[in-house]
């Protein structure tokens, strides 16, 4: 998240970039030259004289794919601990973003996004197997709720979660907890990094969320006549 950027408020105007700009030309160059399908992070986005926390994803063949504004601001006050305010320099974006690979559909979200399930259902309820959340959880947040919410959006919607964090840096403004992980549908982790900056891989196995989908049916279960979740726009 904000990977061209220190992450705060005080640093996004300055920082901020056009898409396509100079940050977003780069991760098109890159995913050509590697043919591969390369979800960007986030940047700081500059269009129309507001500011957007925004992941872009390129294909192999360097085309933009998809352009996710985080949908939910980061404004948290937890007493003694941590305040942050996005909403004071940040807009909020209002789609939901997915895109198509020959492998399966991902869903896209941005760190805070994490935390709203109805999201997640959505893109499960669309056809999502993989739903991705570049994020920056700090040190109060991280250790209570970073992989608790990945597994929870996993087992709940039966697909892969996949967050990406900067690694720690303990001089930083913000602090990230950094342990950037991938977790499949029966919840378990089946990826994870430390602090440190690494690099980490895995599978993503859809005959295995084809058999988790088949032994416990929950999607073909849902009260509907009781219940629902609805994308309006």
């Not at 209002?94 to 869903?107: H, I, L």
């Not at 996004?113 to 109060?140: H, S, V, W």
């Amino acid at each position: 998240e904000c990977f061209n950027s220190p992450y705060g408020t005080q640093y996004f105007k300055e920082y901020a970039e056009k898409i396509p700009g100079e940050s977003t030309q780069k991760l098109s160059e890159v995913a050509k030259e590697c043919s591969i399908y390369l979800v960007g992070g986030s940047i700081p986005e500059e269009d129309g004289g507001k500011l957007y926390n925004t992941c872009t994803v390129f294909g192999p063949d360097g085309a933009m794919l998809a352009k996710h504004r985080k949908v939910h601001l980061f404004d948290i006050n937890v007493p003694g601990k941590i305040q942050f305010k996005e909403s004071e320099t940040l807009s909020p974006g209002n789609s939901f973003s997915m895109f198509d690979t020959p492998y399966c559909k991902v869903g896209l979200g941005i760190c805070y996004d994490i935390r709203f399930a109805e999201m997640a259902q959505i893109y499960g309820q669309k056809g999502c197997q993989l739903l991705i959340y570049p994020g920056a959880f700090n040190l109060t947040t991280g250790p209570a709720h970073w992989e608790l919410l990945q597994r929870g959006r996993a087992v709940d919607n039966q697909v892969y979660v996949a967050a990406v964090s900067p690694a720690r840096d303990e001089k930083a403004s913000y602090v990230a907890w950094g342990h950037s992980t991938v977790v499949n549908p029966w919840g378990e982790v089946i990826a994870k990094a430390g602090a440190e900056e690494t690099v980490i891989y895995t599978d993503i196995d859809l005959k295995k969320l084809a058999e988790i989908r088949q032994q416990i049916p929950i999607l073909s279960q849902k009260r509907c006549d009781l219940y629902g979740i609805e994308m309006k726009k």
